[in-house]
C-alpha cells in the first residue's frame, strides 16, 4: 500500500512538473536547470521626520491588519553604566515598566492594557533602552497616552526594584547551569578583556550597589527627545499620525546628548582556556578573535566567506567535521561584524567528551586548508545564492524594513545601506574571499575556551599547549563573609566548649545524643522558583555518620537520592539509575556532618573544634564556630537556652559556591531528642527554601539494601 502511495505521488509530482510550459520538463540535469535572476529590491520606504527638537521619527504606514504599534529607541545602554553599578540597564529596563507611572502603577496599568489586548513594554540593550506599545487600532488614543505618560513620566517605585534585583540575584546564582551560556559567556571575556562593557556581568555586589536614585538619574539623564529614535507601523494615515506625535512630542525641549563611550578592547593572550565542569559528558569548544564593524569595506566578503566556511549544511565546516568525520553535533561560525564596535570572530563547536583534542585538531585542519584548498568559486557562488535568496524574508514585511531603517539612523549608516547589501553581495568574487581571510583570521591569535569535562578527554588540553583555568566561581553577596570565621581555629575554647555543651544539653543530653544511631524523617519542603512556591513530600533516611536515603515525590513521579561513601546516585521512573556527580556527592555528604544531632555527638571529641568568643554577639545569639569532620559551620546559639537559632555556612549548589543560612524554629521533643521541626533556608542573602518536618523516628528499623546500587541499571550520568 505504501509503494502504491509512492508511485501516485511521484507520478502526480512528474505531472506537475511536465505541465509547467518550457521550464523543467526538458531537464536532465540540475545543474541545467536556469535560476531566474532576482527581481529588484525595492523595499517600503518609512517617512522620516525630524522635530525641531531633535526627535527623530519614522512613520510606515501598513493597512494589511487593524494594529498600530511603535517603538522609542533611546541613546544610552549598559556599555555606558560604571562597572561597579553592573546589572542597572537590566533593572532600569524592568522597573520602567513595572513600576507605573506617577498616576498608574505597573499593576494598573497591566489592568488597563489586559482589557484592550494591548502591550506597553520597555527594555534594556547594550547601547540604548527601548519603550514600546501594540494596540488595535481602535484602541491607540487610550494605548498611546499610556505610551506617553510611561516615557515621560515614570515612577519607580521601591518595591518593584526589591523585586527586579532579586529576579536578578536568582538569574545569577543560576548562571553557570547552561553550558552553553558558559561557553558564550566566557569566550566574550576573552575576545574582548574581562573588563570590557560588552563582556561584563552582573554580579551580587554590582545589583545591590543600584540605588532607585541610581535610576532616576539614568532617566533624567538619557530620556531627552534629542536622543530619540521613534518608529510607528500600521493602519493608520502618516499625514495624521505626524500631526499627532507633533502635538505630543513638539514642547518637549531639547537635552543633553547622549555621547558614545570610548571603549577600549584588551583582549586575552592567545592560548587555551579550560572551565572545568564534571558533571557533562560533552565538550563545548569556541575559537574567538577580535571581529569588524559593518562599515568595513570588506563586510560583503566576510559575510560571503562565513556562509561557506561556517554558515549552514552547506558549509565547509558542517560537510568535512560533522557529517564526513562525525566529530560534532554542531560546529560552524565566522567573523562577525557589528554597526558600531568590532563583533567576535567566533567558531564554535560541540562534540562529545572522549573527541575534544581530536575536534579542536580536525577544526585547526580546517583553517590550514583554507591555504591550500581555497575556497572555490563554486562555494561562492553557492553561498552568495543562499544570502541573497534568504535576503529578501528578512525584509518581508514593512515592520522589519522601518526596524532596519532606524537601525541605520541610530547608528549613522546611510539610509541606503540596505539596497548596497544586495549589491555588495552580489559583487563579491572568489579573489575578494581568499583575500579577506589571511587578514582577518590568525589561527596563532586565536583564544580557545574549552568547557568540559576534563576526566573524559581523549588527550590532556595540554597536550596543545599551555593551559589557563578559567574561574567561573560567583562572588557570593556584599557582606556574606562577614558572618565567617577570620580563619579556621587550632583548638577549641573554654569558652567554645561550655557554649556547645550548653547546645547538647538543651538538645537532650550527651548520652541521648550518641544513642542515635539513625533518624528517620518525614518533611514538607517548600522550594523558592521562578514560576512560584513548589512543595515537596520527602521522607529522609539517615544512618549516622555517612549514609543518607531521601525519597522525594515530586510532581513527575518519585525519585530517590542516594549517599553512601562508596556511592552516590538517583533514580526516577523513566529515567534508571545515573551516578551523582562528585561535587554534589561530596555536598550531600556534608549535609549529614553539618546535622545537629551530628555535631552534638562529637562534643568531646578531639577532632571537632568549638570556638567562641565570649563577648561575641551577632544581634541573634552567641556566635560558635565548629570545625570537624571536613565541614565549617557558625552557630549563632541563644546563651539561655541553649538552642541553635540560626547556622551560616559555604556550600556547592548547582549554580556554583554559595553561602548558606539556615534558620532554625518549632522546636519539639520526640523520644527525650529536641529538635527545631521548622527549618528556613537562604542562599546568597535570599530565600531558597523552608523544610517542615513532620514526624521524626529515631533508630528506626532499617534495612541495608536501601542503600544498594540496582546493578542492572546503573547508568552513567549524562
Not at 518608529?231 to 558614545?260: H, I, N, Q, T, Y
Not at 554597526?339 to 583553517?367: F, N, V
Request: glycine content about 8%; hydrophobic content about 40%; overall charge negative.
Amino acid at each position: 500500500m505504501k509503494a502504491r502511495l509512492f508511485v501516485v505521488f511521484a507520478a502526480c509530482i512528474l505531472a506537475g512538473i511536465a505541465a509547467v510550459p518550457g521550464s523543467f520538463a526538458q531537464a536532465t540535469d540540475w545543474q541545467k536547470i536556469k535560476i531566474p535572476t532576482l527581481p529588484a529590491f525595492h523595499p517600503a520606504e518609512p517617512k522620516r521626520i525630524e522635530l525641531p527638537n531633535g526627535m527623530v521619527i519614522f512613520l510606515q504606514e501598513d493597512h494589511e491588519l487593524p494594529l498600530i504599534d511603535g517603538v522609542a529607541r533611546i541613546r544610552g545602554g549598559s556599555r555606558s553604566v560604571p562597572a561597579d553599578k553592573t546589572g542597572l540597564m537590566d533593572i532600569y529596563g524592568e522597573v520602567w515598566r513595572t513600576g507605573g507611572t506617577k498616576a498608574q502603577t505597573g499593576d494598573q496599568m497591566d489592568d488597563f492594557l489586559e482589557v484592550r489586548a494591548a502591550k506597553v513594554e520597555t527594555g534594556p540593550e547594550i547601547d540604548s533602552s527601548i519603550i514600546s506599545w501594540s494596540c488595535l487600532k481602535g484602541d491607540f488614543n487610550d494605548v498611546f497616552k499610556t505610551f506617553n505618560d510611561l516615557l515621560r513620566q515614570p515612577e519607580f517605585r521601591q518595591d518593584k526594584i526589591d523585586l527586579a534585583k532579586g529576579e536578578l540575584f536568582d538569574a545569577i546564582s543560576r548562571r553557570n547551569d547552561d553550558v552553553g551560556d558558559i561557553a558564550a559567556r566566557e569566550a566574550a571575556k576573552l575576545a574582548y578583556g574581562a573588563d570590557n562593557p560588552y563582556a561584563r556581568d552582573p554580579e551580587y555586589a554590582t545589583v545591590a550597589a543600584v540605588t532607585r536614585e541610581d535610576l532616576v538619574s539614568w532617566y533624567e539623564q538619557h530620556v531627552q527627545p534629542n536622543n530619540i529614535i521613534l518608529g510607528v507601523v500600521g493602519d493608520f494615515d502618516s499625514a495624521a499620525m505626524e500631526a499627532r506625535l507633533r502635538a505630543a512630542f513638539g514642547d518637549w525641549p531639547k537635552g543633553a546628548e547622549e555621547k558614545k563611550p570610548e571603549i577600549e578592547f584588551h583582549p586575552e593572550k592567545p592560548g587555551y582556556y579550560l572551565v572545568s565542569k564534571e558533571d557533562v559528558n560533552q565538550s563545548t569548544i569556541q575559537m574567538v578573535e577580535l571581529g569588524v564593524t559593518r562599515d568595513n569595506p570588506d563586510y560583503y566578503a566576510i559575510n560571503v566567506f562565513n556562509e561557506a566556511f561556517g554558515g549552514g549544511f552547506a558549509s565547509r565546516l558542517f560537510k568535512n567535521i560533522r557529517t564526513e568525520q562525525g566529530l560534532a553535533y554542531s560546529v560552524g561560525g565566522g567573523i562577525s561584524a557589528r554597526y558600531d564596535h568590532p563583533g567576535i570572530l567566533r567558531l564554535a563547536m560541540g562534540t562529545k567528551s572522549a573527541t575534544t583534542i581530536e575536534s579542536i585538531r580536525a577544526l585547526y585542519q580546517q583553517i590550514d586548508e583554507l591555504q591550500t584548498n581555497p575556497i572555490s568559486p563554486e562555494e561562492v557562488q553557492r553561498a552568495k545564492d543562499s544570502i541573497l535568496n534568504s535576503f529578501v524574508f528578512n525584509f518581508d514585511s514593512p515592520d522589519k524594513v522601518l526596524r532596519e531603517r532606524m537601525g541605520y539612523e541610530f547608528y549613522g549608516y546611510p539610509q541606503d545601506f540596505l539596497e548596497r547589501f544586495r549589491a555588495g553581495i552580489e559583487k563579491v568574487t572568489a579573489a575578494d574571499v581568499a583575500r579577506i581571510i589571511p587578514k582577518y583570521l590568525h589561527k596563532d591569535q586565536l583564544k580557545v575556551l574549552v568547557v568540559g569535562n576534563t576526566a573524559e578527554f581523549d588527550k590532556p588540553l595540554s597536550s596543545l599547549g599551555t593551559v589557563t583555568n578559567v574561574d567561573i566561581t560567583i562572588p557570593p553577596p556584599p557582606g556574606a563573609k562577614s558572618e565567617e570565621p577570620a580563619q579556621k581555629p587550632s583548638a577549641s575554647n573554654p569558652e567554645g566548649k561550655a557554649l556547645a555543651a550548653k547546645v547538647v544539653d538543651a538538645m537532650g543530653g550527651l548520652a541521648k545524643l550518641q544513642s542515635v544511631k539513625s533518624l528517620r524523617s518525614e518533611l514538607t519542603l517548600t522550594r523558592k522558583t521562578p514560576q512560584g512556591d513548589m512543595a515537596l513530600s520527602i521522607q529522609s533516611t539517615i544512618v549516622f555518620p555517612d549514609h543518607m536515603r531521601a525519597e522525594v515525590q515530586a510532581p513527575q513521579g518519585t525519585m530517590t537520592i542516594v549517599v553512601t561513601p562508596d556511592a552516590g546516585f538517583m533514580s526516577a521512573e523513566g529515567m534508571g539509575v545515573r551516578d551523582m556527580p562528585a561535587a554534589q556527592k561530596t555536598e550531600t555528604m556534608q549535609q549529614i556532618h553539618r546535622d545537629l544531632v551530628f555535631i552534638g555527638q562529637h562534643l568531646n571529641d578531639p577532632a571537632f573544634i568549638f570556638s567562641a568568643a565570649a563577648s561575641e554577639k551577632a544581634g541573634e545569639g552567641s556566635v560558635l564556630d565548629v570545625n570537624g569532620a571536613g565541614v565549617s559551620i557558625r552557630w549563632f546559639v541563644d546563651p539561655q537556652s541553649g538552642r541553635v537559632l540560626r547556622e551560616t555556612y559555604e556550600s556547592m549548589s548547582p549554580a556554583g559556591p554559595s553561602h548558606d543560612k539556615t534558620i532554625f524554629e518549632d522546636w519539639k521533643t520526640v523520644d527525650g531528642l529536641t529538635l527545631p521541626y521548622l527549618r528556613k533556608n537562604k542562599q546568597n542573602g535570599q530565600d531558597s527554601s523552608a523544610a517542615q518536618l513532620n514526624k521524626i523516628e529515631i533508630n528506626p528499623k532499617i534495612d541495608s539494601r536501601l542503600f544498594e546500587k540496582p546493578a542492572t541499571e546503573a547508568k552513567t550520568s549524562p
